[in-house]
């Protein structure tokens, strides 16, 4: 039988608000699949995401191998 290989990711956690951010930032937050504070998402670890994670830096925690 096949195994399924889990597929790496990052666990993003929305941890400051978007309030007063500017509108890219908060579209870059939306497009990582968060929207209120406290909020979590898996995405996948590549390129694309790292620069996003990276563009709004201030408001959310990464924790990777989750």
């Known amino acids: 039988m096949a195994t399924k290989k ?3 990711g ?3 956690k929305l ?3 978007t309030i007063g951010s500017k ?3 908060i ?3 939306k497009s990582l699949g968060l929207s209120k504070l406290g909020d979590t998402s ?3 670890d590549n390129a694309q995401t790292r620069g996003k ?3 709004v830096s201030h408001l959310v925690q990464i924790v990777e191998g989750k």
Do not use: C, F, G, M
């Open 6 to 8: 889990k597929a790496a």
């Open 42 to 44: 898996v995405q996948p």
């Open 27 to 29: 579209a870059t937050v």
């Open 10 to 12: 990052l666990t993003v």
């Open 53 to 55: 994670i990276n563009k």
């Open 23 to 25: 509108k890219d930032q």
């Open 15 to 17: 941890v400051k608000s």
